[in-house]
């Protein structure tokens, strides 16, 4: 499984899976085009016969790696592919002496449950985050 780094050409694919994963609260493509167009933001992606199948996205802050967005093509998920993206974050900010974090809505238990997993823990939560007035749950992997 190869996972390499992603750049604005790949603008379109990476939308695609955003919006068949989060629907209406996908993020636009002007959201990804900004972050994309940024040096502090990271992407990765996980390709199979050269067509994205998983990516992440993360904001590099000064100690800290913090995952804005995560998601696997329907047709890819549970064989690991957002858990091997996880795990090359998890090199890439202990690499560059960086925590790694994220937020997740109470009511996400599969990727609560994946980045439970993978060793993150929760530090904090803001009640009625979400538009949907749903929690917001913080994770850390230190
Ligand atoms: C969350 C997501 C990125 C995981 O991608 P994936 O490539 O399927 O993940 P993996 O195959 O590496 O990991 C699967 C793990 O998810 C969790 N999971 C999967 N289905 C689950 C279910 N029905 N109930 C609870 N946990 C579940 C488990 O921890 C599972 O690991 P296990 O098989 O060892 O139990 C994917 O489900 C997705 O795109 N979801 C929609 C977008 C989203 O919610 N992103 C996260 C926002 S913070």
Do not use: P
């Not at 998983?54 to 093509?73: F, G, H, M, R």
């Not at 109470?106 to 538009?131: D, E, M, Q, W």
């Amino acid at each position: 499984m190869q996972i390499k780094k992603i750049d604005i050409n790949l603008i379109d694919e990476i939308f695609l899976i955003s919006f068949e994963q989060f629907q209406k609260e996908s993020w636009t493509k002007q959201q990804f085009a900004e972050c994309l167009n940024d040096s502090n933001y990271v992407c990765f992606g996980i390709f199979e016969n050269d067509k994205l199948i998983s990516y992440v996205l993360a904001l590099e802050s000064l100690d800290d790696v913090n995952i804005l967005s995560i998601a696997t093509k329907e047709k890819y998920k549970n064989k690991g592919f957002a858990s091997a993206l996880l795990e090359h974050l998890k090199k890439y900010s202990k690499l560059n002496n960086k925590t790694l974090s994220l937020e997740v809505k109470s009511k996400n238990h599969v990727a609560i449950n994946l980045y439970t997993k993978l060793g993150f823990k929760i530090v904090s939560s803001r009640l009625n985050y979400y538009k949907d007035k749903d929690t917001a749950i913080i994770m850390f992997y230190m």
